[in-house]
């Protein structure tokens, strides 16, 4: 019978889980609304979770997967869940309890180590992540994990993508008023959200059940207008690029540059990171003035992919050649393999000297 896990990846905006096949021959893939219970409703995180789940059980191509619907699926069931999350204690377990099949065990692992595994396969390494929020870790070989930001949008999350969209919609305004710089943020943003006018931002924003993802979801028409040369929008991106890189920094410094790896990478996770070369280029070239010769790198799999490989390995499965490749084809079929473009080296090799 085949041997069925899953791993889920939660945060501000979304969430996507990922069934699999300890053999790699069939997956799964659902995806749910934000899950972070510390901003959204934890009944709101609860529902994200049971329909991307839910939704992954349904779609999963295997012998064994439910051919109908999953609540008559029989002996269907969960050797394992892992899940990168974050957010209040219990979540999880309440999601689990409440799935109508059996579930063996079920651990919340933590973003870091799930985006790590989804980035370079293996369990160490350093990422710095500018989704929703934004956070850098590092955890080494030997297992000692590092952090710095995360701490939510009231007074952290720098770099992120609703840092990013907050800076635009207050350019936009300033500019509309007379006492900024001029820029085509405004123009883009009213017509993005269908206003007649900007004074329209305030009831989208502010009567919005998810504040954070929708100033978040402005970050796209940056990365636009930066691409169309709007000298603002290349401002907010660089400036966005600088405190990841301090972020990044500040890890590597706790952690020593042998986290970063041979050779030295450090890996970006989020969807902050399409927006190209406006904010990668100058993020790798901060990081190289901060820590040294270091290349900026796509993820190999998304974090949801890495939870589910983790699961996979809870449930005896191997991470072997055949086991990756499988993986990685899945993957592919499925879009979760991110594809925004890595910068140019920001160094010359033999330019620095260790």
């Known amino acids: 019978m085949t041997r069925w896990v899953a791993g889920i990846d939660a945060g501000g905006t979304k969430t996507t ?18 899950a972070n219970a510390v901003f959204v409703p934890r009944a709101t995180a609860v529902e994200s979770l049971r329909h991307a789940i839910l939704e992954a059980a349904q779609g999963a191509t295997a012998p064994s997967a439910p051919s109908g619907p999953v609540e008559s699926s029989g002996g269907f069931g969960l050797a394992a869940i892992r899940a990168g ?18 579930v063996g065990s079920a651990l919340n692992l933590g973003e870091d180590l799930t985006s790590l595994v989804g980035a370079r396969l293996t369990e160490s390494g350093v990422i710095v992540v500018a989704g929703t929020g934004s956070r850098a870790a590092a955890i080494t070989v030997d297992g000692r994990h590092f952090t710095a930001g995360g701490w939510g ?7 992120s993508a609703y840092a990013i969209g907050a800076a635009a919609l207050s350019a936009a305004l300033k500019d509309a008023e007379g006492r900024g710089p001029a820029t085509v943020l405004g123009e883009r943003i009213r017509e993005a959200w269908r206003l007649d006018t900007l004074r329209g931002v305030v009831s989208r924003v502010y009567g919005a059940p998810d504040r954070r993802g929708v100033v978040a979801s402005l970050g796209p028409i940056v990365a636009a207008a930066a691409a169309a040369g709007d000298e603002m929008a290349r401002a907010i991106l660089a400036a966005a690029a600088r405190d990841l890189a301090e972020l990044a920094a500040a890890v590597v410094r706790k952690a020593g540059r042998e986290a970063l790896g041979t050779p030295a990478e450090v890996f970006g996770v989020g969807g902050a990171f399409r927006a190209g070369p406006a904010l990668t280029a100058p993020l790798e070239a ?31 499965g191997s991470w072997t050649g055949d086991l990756v490749a499988a993986v990685e084809r899945l993957a592919q079929v499925h879009g979760l393999v991110p594809d925004w473009p890595e910068p140019p080296p920001a160094f010359a090799p033999g330019a620095f000297m260790l």
């Open 17 to 34: 889980a990922v069934l699999l096949d300890v053999d790699g021959h069939g997956a799964g893939v659902g995806r749910g609304g934000p």
């Open 85 to 102: 999350m974050p957010g209040p204690p219990g979540v999880l377990e309440e999601v689990v309890n409440g799935l109508p099949f059996a």
């Open 153 to 159: 949008s009231v007074f952290s999350d720098e770099g």
């Open 286 to 316: 901060h990081l190289v003035s901060l820590i040294g010769p270091v290349r900026l790198r796509r993820p190999r799999l998304e974090p949801a992919v890495g939870a589910a490989l983790l699961a996979a390995k809870a449930a005896g």
